[in-house]
């Protein structure tokens, strides 16, 4: 079986403590307490279901249990099954209107059945309801009148009806469970009459006496509507975890069943003549005192047993939250609590110690806000009111103000208490000191614009130092340039100035193509400078986009380019330069396509 099903605890409340870890898998005393209350419902509603069925085939068995016994009238079973379904609406933990209103009803119901009975009986009435659904025979066993219930029946009727209306009220609860529990001692008077025999006791007078059926059936309602609120009033002492409900419940049901027994097993050894009465008295005595002795020992133990658990669980729940303080007053970052209103209820150790003040001085007596920077405390109020509406914010950044009127920089994670109804009680806030963080920040901002600032001073200098070699080189390679454009030129200004001066020269065609031959190889010769020279530098924004070009062609460029500034130069200290270019032909690789 399964053991968290209900039905398997529905005893446990009245045996167990609710912290016992069998009683308390998946229910505690109270939700066993409220589903016992509401099983037992159903077993009165099903009580007035099967008299009634008793009634219509006309079942002895049904009606009156016993045979030749007095039967439960059908108003008394009718009005069972209301009492049922109003004790079944009084077990549950929440109720709606329409929930509430139908538990008046049925209750009212009750309370006006039990009242109209009783005022027939008192008042020697007829009001024509007592056979209104079935005729009963005149003269029935223990019968006042034809279908008339019984007078206890009616006085319960109005008790029951009474304490349910008035269970709805909390500070009725103890005069409401007093009038539930009174036709249960009825009922157990009844049910003595008829266990012993003895008709005074399930019998008043002239008037109808009390069924069996109907002696069951009202101790089960009245357990019912006494366990529908175990919370409240006299039920909370039985219901209670301590050791007085623990004995409360462990004695009184087995104690009740053995006195009865022990009782009717006296009577009955007396009947067959085993002892006399005095013999049975004292014999009752003894076992009774016996079985009260090994009662109050065994719950003496069982009490022993609750105790070490009890103080095992204090013991580890002391040692937890000793454990939880430090990690409360410890941790890394501060904590601390606020009321509706905003002052700190609550602050952790290391909070203080950041902002130097001590408990006392800041516990139930400073605000927040007032530890906050002047500037800072109008964005603060925004962020509470978004708190109120949102019910949290994180990553708020404040600057705080320490005892010693230094700043701290601190982020601020905030989250609403709210009670059952919405309405905001105050906060809980998580604090992180930023301040070391902010300032390696700002030294960081600071070196970065330094070494930016150094940078860019360190590229003007190269760019300055990359100018002056380029002009440098440029010069130089200016003038080795300009020579070579004049030992180019010279030919052709001497040949040019040799036929304008004489010009009879030009009549020798021989001589002629020979100096126009001399002058347009220099001319030549000028071009491929200008050529080379043009492949070697090139402007910027001349060219765009990269294409190939061939390595040789680049250094025998330089060569050339250069040999007025190697060449001549040693020529005029008396020295020789030969330069010899071992190149091996490449095929230059495809430009890439654009």
């Not at 005069?175 to 009825?186: E, S």
């Not at 709210?418 to 992180?432: A, M």
């Not at 390696?440 to 100018?467: F, I």
């Given at each position: 079986?399964?053991?968290r099903?209900?039905?398997?605890?529905?005893?446990?409340?009245?045996?167990?403590?609710?912290?016992?870890?069998r009683?308390a898998?998946?229910?505690?005393?109270?939700d066993?307490?409220?589903?016992a209350?509401r099983?037992?419902?159903?077993?009165?509603?099903?009580?007035g279901?099967l008299?009634?069925?008793?009634w219509?085939f006309d079942?002895a068995i049904f009606?009156s249990?016993?045979?030749?016994?007095?039967?439960?009238k059908?108003?008394v079973?009718?009005?069972?099954?209301?009492a049922?379904?109003?004790?079944?609406l009084?077990?549950?933990?929440?109720?709606?209107?329409i929930?509430g209103?139908?538990?008046?009803a049925?209750?009212?119901f009750?309370?006006?059945?039990g009242?109209?009975?009783?005022s027939?009986?008192?008042?020697?009435?007829?009001?024509?309801?007592?056979?209104?659904?079935?005729s009963d025979?005149?003269?029935e066993v223990?019968?006042f009148?034809p279908g008339?219930?019984a007078i206890?029946?009616?006085f319960n009727?109005?008790?029951?009806?009474?304490?349910?209306?008035?269970?709805?009220?909390?500070r009725?609860a103890v005069?409401?469970?007093?009038?539930?529990?009174?036709?249960a001692?009825?009922?157990f008077?009844g049910?003595?009459?008829?266990?012993f025999?003895?008709p005074?006791?399930?019998?008043?007078g002239?008037?109808?006496d009390?069924a069996?059926?109907?002696?069951?059936?009202y101790?089960?309602?009245?357990a019912?509507?006494l366990?529908?609120?175990?919370?409240q009033?006299?039920?909370?002492?039985?219901?209670?975890?301590?050791?007085?409900?623990?004995?409360?419940?462990?004695?009184?049901?087995?104690m009740?069943?053995?006195?009865?027994?022990?009782?009717w097993?006296?009577?009955?050894?007396?009947?067959?003549?085993?002892?006399?009465?005095q013999?049975?008295?004292t014999?009752?005595?003894l076992?009774?005192t016996l079985?009260?002795?090994?009662?109050?020992?065994?719950s003496?133990?069982?009490?022993t047993?609750?105790?070490?658990?009890?103080?095992?669980?204090?013991?580890?729940?002391?040692d937890?939250?000793a454990?939880?303080?430090?990690?409360?007053?410890?941790?890394p970052?501060g904590y601390?609590?606020?009321?509706?209103?905003?002052?700190?209820?609550r602050i952790?150790?290391?909070?203080l110690?950041?902002?130097?003040?001590?408990?006392?001085?800041?516990?139930?007596?400073?605000?927040?806000?007032?530890?906050l920077?002047?500037s800072g405390?109008n964005?603060?109020g925004?962020?509470?009111?978004?708190l109120?509406?949102r019910?949290?914010f994180?990553?708020?950044?404040?600057?705080?103000?320490?005892?010693?009127?230094?700043?701290?920089?601190?982020?601020?994670?905030?989250?609403?208490?709210?009670d059952g109804?919405?309405?905001?009680?105050?906060?809980?806030?998580?604090?992180?000191?930023i301040t070391?963080?902010?300032?390696?920040?700002?030294?960081?901002?600071?070196?970065?614009s330094?070494?930016?600032?150094?940078l860019?001073?360190?590229?003007?200098v190269?760019?300055?130092?990359?100018e002056q070699?380029r002009?440098r080189?440029?010069?130089e390679?200016?003038?080795?340039?300009?020579h070579?454009?004049?030992?180019?030129?010279?030919?052709?200004?001497?040949?040019?100035?040799t036929?304008l001066?004489?010009?009879?020269?030009?009549?020798?065609?021989?001589?002629?193509?020979?100096?126009?031959?001399?002058?347009?190889r220099?001319?030549?010769?000028a071009?491929?400078?200008?050529s080379?020279?043009?492949?070697?530098?090139?402007?910027?924004g001349?060219?765009?986009?990269?294409r190939?070009q061939?390595?040789n062609?680049m250094?025998?460029?330089?060569i050339?380019?250069?040999?007025?500034?190697?060449?001549?130069?040693?020529?005029v200290?008396?020295k020789t330069?030969?330069?010899a270019?071992?190149?091996?032909?490449t095929?230059?690789?495809?430009?890439?396509?654009?």
């Amino acid at each position: 079986m399964n053991p968290r099903f209900p039905i398997t605890r529905l005893l446990a409340a009245f045996v167990r403590p609710s912290h016992d870890r069998r009683a308390a898998e998946g229910y505690g005393a109270e939700d066993t307490a409220r589903i016992a209350s509401r099983v037992l419902s159903c077993c009165v509603g099903a009580t007035g279901f099967l008299v009634l069925l008793g009634w219509t085939f006309d079942l002895a068995i049904f009606k009156s249990v016993l045979g030749g016994a007095v039967s439960m009238k059908p108003n008394v079973a009718v009005t069972l099954i209301p009492a049922a379904l109003a004790a079944w609406l009084l077990g549950a933990k929440e109720q709606d209107r329409i929930t509430g209103y139908l538990l008046l009803a049925c209750a009212a119901f009750v309370l006006l059945m039990g009242a109209v009975h009783l005022s027939q009986d008192i008042f020697d009435l007829d009001f024509g309801i007592d056979q209104m659904l079935f005729s009963d025979k005149p003269g029935e066993v223990g019968t006042f009148r034809p279908g008339r219930p019984a007078i206890a029946a009616s006085f319960n009727f109005v008790l029951l009806g009474t304490a349910m209306l008035l269970m709805r009220f909390r500070r009725a609860a103890v005069t409401a469970q007093i009038m539930a529990l009174f036709p249960a001692i009825l009922a157990f008077r009844g049910l003595l009459g008829y266990l012993f025999e003895v008709p005074e006791f399930y019998g008043y007078g002239k008037y109808t006496d009390m069924a069996v059926p109907g002696i069951f059936a009202y101790m089960i309602l009245s357990a019912a509507v006494l366990l529908a609120r175990p919370n409240q009033g006299i039920m909370d002492a039985v219901m209670s975890p301590g050791a007085g409900g623990i004995l409360m419940r462990r004695l009184a049901p087995p104690m009740v069943v053995l006195l009865l027994v022990l009782a009717w097993l006296r009577v009955l050894g007396e009947e067959k003549g085993l002892y006399d009465e005095q013999y049975g008295i004292t014999l009752t005595i003894l076992i009774a005192t016996l079985m009260l002795g090994l009662a109050i020992y065994l719950s003496a133990r069982y009490l022993t047993r609750v105790d070490q658990e009890r103080m095992r669980m204090k013991k580890a729940a002391d040692d937890n939250a000793a454990e939880m303080l430090d990690l409360f007053n410890n941790a890394p970052c501060g904590y601390h609590s606020t009321d509706a209103d905003g002052v700190i209820t609550r602050i952790n150790d290391t909070e203080l110690a950041w902002l130097g003040y001590r408990r006392e001085e800041v516990a139930g007596r400073m605000k927040f806000s007032g530890l906050l920077a002047p500037s800072g405390r109008n964005d603060y109020g925004t962020a509470i009111n978004a708190l109120k509406e949102r019910g949290a914010f994180e990553g708020f950044e404040l600057v705080l103000r320490r005892k010693d009127g230094s700043p701290m920089e601190a982020l601020v994670n905030s989250q609403a208490v709210r009670d059952g109804l919405g309405s905001f009680l105050g906060s809980r806030d998580t604090v992180f000191d930023i301040t070391t963080k902010r300032r390696t920040d700002r030294a960081l901002r600071e070196s970065n614009s330094q070494m930016r600032a150094a940078l860019e001073k360190l590229q003007g200098v190269q760019s300055k130092m990359t100018e002056q070699a380029r002009m440098r080189a440029l010069g130089e390679m200016s003038s080795g340039i300009a020579h070579e454009i004049n030992n180019t030129i010279a030919p052709i200004l001497g040949f040019s100035e040799t036929m304008l001066e004489w010009p009879e020269t030009l009549d020798n065609r021989k001589q002629t193509v020979k100096f126009l031959r001399i002058i347009h190889r220099a001319a030549a010769d000028a071009a491929a400078v200008v050529s080379r020279l043009r492949k070697f530098y090139h402007r910027k924004g001349e060219t765009s986009g990269m294409r190939g070009q061939s390595v040789n062609g680049m250094v025998t460029d330089a060569i050339i380019l250069t040999q007025p500034m190697w060449k001549n130069r040693a020529m005029v200290e008396g020295k020789t330069i030969q330069v010899a270019a071992e190149i091996r032909e490449t095929r230059p690789r495809k430009e890439p396509s654009r």
